[in-house]
């Protein structure tokens, strides 16, 4: 890709989905695997009249582990931050900190060239934000969620959460999410998943699985797997009893996010749902255990108190 076309796209993602400001405090964070990528947001906020600073990290290994205390910091200092990383900076104390301080975040764990200029990127994030709206307001108001694939059923207790909107565009105070994006999510009260659900898109630090996973959960937790790469997984999540909570029900909706392996964009993609393993307690759950993972659900049906909003890839809303 031309470094004219990446400079294109970066400008468009910080006037477009951030709402950046001349005058205003970039904060962009790389890591090895973005470096193209890093430097080209840098300097379309430069372009933009923005006072922006890059900083490269070393990868932290895996996703919802805290990044550096001068980074958290530097964070917490900025107007806008922009995370171009290999894994996820989303659910960490650094993000929710940044945010209670008013910075506008965004996160981008995974993030590709190719991704970067096409595919999810390209969506209509007015069409994007009002779908994801409307299923954050269906699962705020909702007591039950069941996920059904392959005759293996899971029911989640979704009473007193708050269902949030993964938008793409984050131009208030505090505002955050992914980017590219396009999904609602929710955390599910802790103790209350109770069945098995089959994974068969993909798993966060695992890509691709080589044959679906199958997942058993009781009383919240994760009790069994089942699978090829069924012990893989549990040696990403390691031995705190923690990293098993069922700590996320999500549902994508943007209708240019493909299946590539990748969790960034295979999460938002329109008709899929996604389970999360580990913390939770940065958008509405009690869980924090330092690794946040996600596995993708390819067409399940979803009911929602009974009502089923999601089958065959489609979301059935009127």
């Known amino acids: 890709m031309g470094e004219d076309i990446m400079l294109q796209v970066a400008r468009q993602v910080l006037q477009d989905n951030l709402g950046l400001q001349a ?7 790389e890591d090895e695997t973005t470096l193209k990528i890093g430097e080209a947001l840098f300097a379309a906020g430069a372009q933009l009249g923005a006072r922006a600073l890059l900083l490269r990290i070393q990868p932290l290994g895996r996703s919802g582990a805290e990044p550096p205390e001068a980074v958290a910091r530097a964070m917490g200092a900025a107007d806008v931050v922009i995370a171009a990383t290999a894994h996820s900076l989303t659910h960490t104390q650094a993000k929710k900190a940044a945010c209670a301080a008013g910075v506008r975040v965004a996160t981008m764990p995974g993030i590709t060239e190719e991704m970067f200029f096409a595919g999810p990127i390209t ?8 779908l994801t709206r409307k299923i954050a307001d ?3 108001s909702a007591e039950e969620a069941t996920l059904e694939k392959d005759g293996r059923r899971l029911r989640l207790s979704l009473r007193g959460r708050k269902g949030i ?3 793409g565009v984050y131009r208030e105070r505090g505002a955050s999410g992914n980017l ?3 999904e609602a999510y929710i955390a599910p009260v802790e103790g209350s998943a109770e069945g098995v659900v089959i994974v068969d898109g993909s798993f966060a630090g695992l890509g691709r699985p080589a044959a679906p996973l199958k997942l058993t959960f009781t009383r919240g937790m994760l009790t ?3 699978g090829p790469d069924g012990e893989r997984l549990l040696n990403l999540l390691g031995d705190d009893p923690q990293a098993r909570n069922l700590a996320e029900l999500g549902i994508g909706t943007n209708d240019k996010a493909r299946i590539t392996g990748v969790i960034l964009e295979d999460e938002k993609a ?8 580990g913390s939770n307690d940065t958008f509405g759950g009690r869980v924090a255990a330092g690794i946040h993972v996600d596995g993708v659900i390819k067409a399940p049906d979803l009911y929602i108190d009974g009502r089923k909003v999601l089958s ?7």
């Open 180 to 182: 590219p994006s396009g």
């Open 165 to 167: 909107a993964s938008t």
């Open 138 to 140: 269906l699962l705020s």
């Open 270 to 277: 329109y008709g899929t749902v996604h389970v999360a393993l």
């Open 224 to 226: 069994a797997v089942e």
């Open 312 to 318: 065959g890839g489609r979301i059935l809303l009127d």
């Open 23 to 29: 005058g205003e405090q970039l904060l962009v964070i």
């Open 123 to 130: 969506a209509d994030y007015n069409r994007v934000a009002a």
